[in-house]
Structures are given as C-alpha cells and as structure tokens.
C-alpha cells in the first residue's frame, strides 16, 4: 500500500467527519487463519463498512506480523557469520537461480573471489569449506584497524533478485488484488456520479414534458378565447347591421308621416284662429 500513496497529499474533508474505525488487522489475522485469500478477506472487510487504505494498511500490518513479504519490500537473505571473517576471503556462496520466474532475468555478474597476494596456495572459501592458510590462523595474526565493509552495491541488487518464486508469485497476486480493489471502489463511485446525472436528467426531461403539457394547454385556452372574442365580435355587427336596417324602415315611415303632421299642424292652426275671431265677436 505505501507504493499506491507514495507522493499523494491528503486532501482535507471541507465537513467535519465522524472518526475512522481503528486497522482490522486481528480481523485480518482471524480471516487468515480461516483459510480465507486475500481478495475474499478485502470484499468481507469492505462489507463491514472499511475503507480501502485501511484494510491495505492493516494487511501488511498482518504480512510483518506473520513474517511474509510486503509488496516489493523483500529484505535479500542475510550472510552468515562465517562468510564475514575478512573482505579479503568473502565470497558469495552459490546459488540456484529461480527458472519458474520470467520476470525476474539475471542482469549482473556474481563476483569474483579476491585472492590474497602473498601466497598461491590459498583455497576459495564457500559455505562449505575452510578456507586454508599457510600459515597461524588468520583468527591469531593481527589486523589493522578497517572500516566495516560494506557489500557492493551490484551485489544488493542480486540479492534482492534471488528472492524465491513463491515470495514473488504472493507478491504479485496481492498487488494484483490491491489494484483491483481500488479500481472496485473508483468504478463505484463513478457509477454514482453517473447515476446522479441520469437522475438529474430524468428530472430535467420530467419537467420539460410538463412544461410542453402546460404550454399545450395555454394554447388550447387562447384558441377558445379567440374563437368566443371573433364570435362576440361578429354578433355585434349582425346587430348594427340589424339596427341601422331598422333606421332606415323608421326614416322612410317619417318620410311619409312628417307631411301629413305638418299639414295637420297647419288646419289646427287655421282652426284656432277662427275659434279666436268667433270668441272676440
């Protein structure tokens, strides 16, 4: 896990949230005693509410706990003692190269073993063997005063690449199962913001479908509104048109009328003259 958060900076919650769970490593621990793998004890894990980086942090609390490899992290073996005597007598003792393991291709030279100057019959020294000197025990023969020697760096490297199949085959499988767990728990939140937009979108496309339905509706109303308005507008003129017919019957009716009135008017008028004239006499 500490490859995957390497340079990454923890981003600050804008809210307050409510404290972490603590590491399930014991969980781990009892899982793994169960029999359980690696991939079935980080779904297990997710389903009881952990995140990823803690149930990868407490997986290699439980990998150091129980001695197995963490990731990369493999340690080469360590010399044993009696390989460390003298620079000047250590060899690296031979070992099988792992042929199960493509991924691993030996890329750097064993070195060579040093031989002292002073004398031709000194024999190598392995694991194995003694080495045999001409003369005193080199354990009885004074040294000078040396710095520790520190193993060459080529020669880390290779230790590091001899690290058995197996440790390598489990390493590989773990960050396989860390990267599929990751990518589990990113597609999920993807598929949330996802489902998000297409709710918001069903939404969107539900009030437009109302909005249209309103619309249609308006429309309908002011269709009517205007059908009643020119049908009110066409009663009234077939009313004007009907009383100006009727004035028109009425002027010609006074047309006839009026010049009887007047003639009327006028003996009524002579008739009361005479009755005046009578009166006076």
Do not use: C
């Amino acid at each position: 896990m500490a490859i995957f958060n390497l340079g990454k900076k923890k981003e600050e919650p804008l809210f307050p949230q409510p404290s972490a769970p603590a590491v399930p490593v014991q969980d781990v621990l009892s899982m793994r005693r169960q029999g359980l793998s690696s991939n079935q004890i980080i779904q297990a894990l997710q389903r009881s509410g952990y995140k990823s980086h803690q149930i990868f942090d407490a997986m290699n609390q439980a990998d150091l706990q129980t001695g197995q490899p963490v990731g990369h992290d493999v340690q080469p073996p360590q010399q044993p003692a009696e390989a460390q005597i003298s620079p000047y007598y250590q060899q690296e003792p031979l070992r099988p190269w792992p042929q199960q393991n493509p991924m691993v291709q030996p890329s750097i030279e064993q070195p060579a073993v040093r031989e002292p100057a002073h004398d031709e019959s000194f024999t190598p020294f392995t694991s194995e063997t003694q080495p045999v000197f001409p003369g005193p025990h080199p354990a009885q023969q004074p040294y000078p005063a040396q710095q520790p020697y520190a193993q060459p760096y080529q020669e880390q490297a290779y230790g590091e690449q001899q690290s058995s199949p197996g440790q390598q085959i489990d390493s590989t499988d773990h960050i396989e199962e860390i990267a599929e767990a990751i990518i589990d728990e990113k597609w999920k939140e993807l598929m949330k913001h996802i489902n998000k937009i297409i709710e918001w979108k069903q939404r969107v496309d539900q009030r437009i479908i109302e909005m249209e339905g309103q619309f249609k509706e308006l429309k309908d109303e002011f269709d009517k509104l205007h059908e009643s308005v020119l049908g009110k507008i066409t009663e009234y003129d077939q009313n004007i048109r009907d009383v100006g017919t009727e004035m028109k019957g009425m002027e010609k009716v006074f047309q006839k009328i009026i010049p009887e009135l007047s003639s009327s008017v006028a003996e009524l008028g002579k008739l009361k003259d005479e009755l005046k004239e009578r009166r006076r006499k």
